[in-house]
C-alpha cells in the first residue's frame, strides 16, 4: 500500500497545480453550460474566467438624469443605506463564490455608487475581497479628492487598498455633472474624463495606492459620429480601458427619448476603429457571445496601436491556443509564488508551448516597432471593447421561454436567448438559487426589485435626488 504523504506536501502540491481545483471545477461546468455557439477556439469563458458578475438591489438611487438610462423609473424611490448594501453584497458574493469558485471580476453597480459613504463604499469592496472577488467601482466621476481618499485610506493613514479599479462614465446622454450638467457635445467633457484620472493620480503619489480605470460611454446616434474624438483625445490620460455600449430599451422609458436602433454594432465599432487609427481584431479572443461582446487587448506604443492577438494570424491563433493550454484558470489573488510555480509546473508539461510563446512575443515586438521603439516610446496597455445590451421587449418573452425550457419561434426572440445563455456578465441571486443575465436583470427583474426596497428603504422628502435615468 502507497503511504500517503505528508499532509503540508499535499497541500504544497494541490496549491501549485496549473489550476486550483476549485477553479477547475468551476471551468469546467461553466463550458458545459455554455451554448455550442460560442464553444469556440477563442472563447474565454470555460477556460480563463467564469465570467464577469455585478452586483444588484444594493443602491438603486442616482443623483444624475441621463438618456436613456437602465434603471427602472422605481430606483429613485429607494433610500441609501449602508448596512443594507454591504449585508447585500456580502449575501451575493458569497453565493457566486459558491457557484463560480474564486479570483473573478465583479462589479460594485447599482445606483451611484458614490451616494454611499465612503466607509460603506470601503466595506462593501472589502466584502467583496473577502469572497475573492477582483472588484471595480461603477460611478459618474463627480466626486472630489476627499472622498476619494477616504475610501482609500483609513483615518490611521493605512491604505485599505493596495489598488482601486473603477469604471467612470462620461457622455452627453449625462445630465447633473457639476460644470456641465447639459452636455451638449463629447469634447466639452474632456476636462471631466482628465480631472478624475488626476484625483487617482494624486492618490498614488500621496498615499501609493494604484488604480485601475475603465472609460464608459452610452453612444446614441446623436454621440456616435463623436466616439472617434474620445478614443484619439482621450487615449494616453491614463484610463486602461475604453468601454463603449450602444444604448439599449431598457428602463425608464420616460428616457428613451429616440430610436436607439437606428445604428448598428458595426457601425460603433468602425467608429473606435477610426479613433485608434487601426484595424481592431476582436475574433481571436471572445468572451460569451460576440453579438454581446467584442473587445481587443493591446497596447500603445507612442503613437502606434498593437494588438496582442492578430486575428488573421494563424500564427497568433496557435500562441493564443497555447496560452489556453499552458496558462489556464485564473490568477487573481493567487500569491506570486503560487503563480510562478503554478506555471513553471504547467511548462514542464507543455514545453513546446514556451518556444510557441516566444515566437508570438518577437512578432509582437516586431509589429510595435522593434526594440528601440518600445524602449523609446511610452508603453500603455489599453482595451477597447463595446458592451451591447439588449432591448427589453425582446429579453423579457426569451426568458420566459428559457426557465419553461422552450425554444421560440421568432428568429429575433431565440437569438436572445442564445445571446442569454452565453451571457458573460450576470447577477447573484442566493435566494432563488440562480444566476441571472444583466440584461434580464435590468430588463425585467429591476422593476419589481426596486418596488420592493422603496418599502423596505423608503426614502423620505428631504433625501429625494432627481429622478434617475
Known amino acids: 500500500m502507497t503511504p500517503l504523504p505528508p499532509p503540508r506536501l499535499a497541500e504544497i502540491e494541490r496549491r501549485t497545480r496549473p489550476v486550483d481545483p476549485e477553479v477547475q471545477r468551476a471551468l469546467d461546468e461553466r463550458w458545459a453550460d455554455l451554448p455550442d455557439h460560442v464553444k469556440t477556439p477563442a472563447q ?77 463604499h470601503a466595506a462593501a469592496l472589502e466584502a467583496m475581497h473577502r469572497h475573492q472577488r477582483f472588484p471595480m467601482s461603477f460611478t459618474h466621476g463627480d466626486f472630489d479628492y476627499d472622498y476619494l481618499e477616504r475610501l482609500a ?30 452636455p451638449t457635445d463629447e469634447r466639452e467633457l ?30 446614441t446616434p446623436a454621440n456616435l459620429g463623436q466616439i472617434a474624438d474620445v478614443v484619439r483625445d482621450c487615449r494616453a490620460l491614463g484610463y ?50 460576440l453579438r454581446c461582446n467584442r473587445a481587443t487587448w493591446g497596447l500603445w506604443v507612442g503613437d502606434r496601436y498593437v494588438p496582442v492577438v492578430d ?23 493567487v500569491p506570486r509564488p503560487i503563480m510562478v510555480a503554478r506555471i513553471a509546473r504547467s511548462l514542464l508539461v507543455h514545453r513546446r508551448d514556451a518556444a510557441t510563446g516566444l515566437a508570438w512575443a518577437a512578432r509582437l515586438l516586431r509589429r ?29 418573452p426569451a426568458w420566459e421561454l428559457l426557465k419553461r425550457g422552450e ?31 444583466a440584461c434580464v436583470q435590468h430588463g425585467v427583474l429591476d422593476p419589481a426589485e426596486n418596488a ?3 418599502v423596505l428603504l423608503p426614502r423620505g422628502r428631504r433625501q429625494e435626488a432627481p429622478a434617475s435615468g
Request: one cysteine or more; charged letters at 25%.
Open 153 to 182: 485610506v483609513r483615518p490611521d493613514g493605512t491604505r485599505r487598498f493596495d489598488v482601486l479599479a473603477f469604471a467612470l462614465h462620461f457622455d452627453t446622454t449625462m445630465h447633473g455633472r457639476r460644470g456641465a450638467p447639459h
Open 44 to 120: 474565454l469563458m470555460g477556460k480563463k474566467t467564469t465570467s464577469c458578475e455585478g452586483t444588484h438591489g444594493v443602491f438603486p438611487a442616482c443623483d444624475f438624469a441621463c438618456k436613456p438610462c437602465y434603471h427602472s423609473t422605481e430606483a429613485n424611490r429607494v433610500r441609501i443605506d449602508g448596512p443594507h448594501t454591504v449585508e447585500q453584497v456580502d449575501r451575493q458574493m458569497a453565493y457566486l463564490r459558491a457557484r463560480r469558485g474564486p479570483g473573478v471580476h465583479a462589479q460594485l453597480i447599482g445606483g451611484e455608487v458614490s451616494l454611499l459613504s465612503p466607509e460603506d
Open 190 to 219: 474632456h476636462p471631466f474624463r482628465e480631472r478624475a484620472v488626476a484625483l487617482f493620480e494624486r492618490l498614488r503619489r500621496e498615499h501609493g495606492v494604484r488604480h485601475h480605470l475603465a472609460h464608459n460611454m452610452t453612444v
Open 311 to 333: 486575428d488573421t494570424d494563424p500564427r497568433d491563433l496557435r500562441a493564443r491556443d497555447a496560452f489556453f493550454r499552458t496558462l489556464p484558470g485564473s490568477f487573481l489573488f
Open 452 to 454: 420592493q426596497l422603496a
Open 368 to 396: 510595435a516597432g522593434g526594440p528601440r521603439a518600445v524602449l523609446g516610446s511610452r508603453v500603455h496597455p489599453t482595451t477597447y471593447a463595446m458592451h451591447s445590451f439588449m432591448d427589453a421587449a425582446d429579453v423579457a
Open 240 to 289: 486602461r480601458v475604453f468601454s463603449f455600449q450602444p444604448a439599449a430599451h431598457v428602463g425608464n422609458q420616460r428616457r428613451w427619448d429616440q430610436d436607439h436602433r437606428t445604428m448598428t454594432d458595426d457601425d460603433v465599432w468602425a467608429e473606435i476603429e477610426r479613433g485608434v487609427g487601426a484595424r481592431l481584431p476582436y475574433r481571436g479572443l471572445q468572451m460569451g457571445d
Open 407 to 437: 425554444v421560440a419561434d421568432h428568429p429575433r426572440i431565440r437569438a436572445t436567448q442564445e445571446r442569454l445563455q452565453a451571457c458573460a456578465y450576470a447577477m447573484g441571486h442566493p435566494e432563488t438559487d440562480e444566476i441571472v443575465p
